[in-house]
């Protein structure tokens, strides 16, 4: 089994920042994308950002020069930094990561954390 274990979120002010961080553990032979997406109340899951094995990063046009997502290859984990936050940015934040689990199995599997709640409020 694999597990995303995310953390970092919380309550902050508009025009503050935060860092998430998630971890992937458990049967992994590779990670392909890692990414982290986000649902407000009423809403949609929609992507914030995402970065592939290499480092090439994509970014929600509403969160471009605000966020930035970063990885670590060699631990599993990928973060988000926040700058600039705005309270349109509230949501729980999730992380995924497309893990191949097998050495003979060559298929990449979806996964995703159990989310953390951001807040950006005065």
């Known amino acids: 089994q694999v597990q995303l274990v995310e953390s970092g979120g919380g309550l902050v002010q508009p025009g503050g920042s935060l860092r998430l961080s998630c971890a992937a553990s458990g049967s992994i032979i590779s990670i392909n994308d890692m990414g982290w997406y986000r649902q407000a109340p009423g809403k949609q899951r929609e992507l914030v950002a995402t970065?592939?094995?290499?480092?090439?990063?994509n970014y929600a046009e509403s969160v471009k020069e605000r966020f930035t997502i970063s990885r670590d290859n060699a631990k599993n984990t990928v973060g988000l930094q926040m700058n600039s936050l705005k309270p349109e940015d509230t949501a729980v934040y999730y992380c995924n990561a497309d893990v191949r689990r097998s050495l003979w199995n060559r298929n990449y599997y979806a996964y995703w954390g159990q989310g953390t709640q951001v807040t950006v409020s005065s």
């Open positions: 970065i592939t094995s290499g480092g090439t990063t």
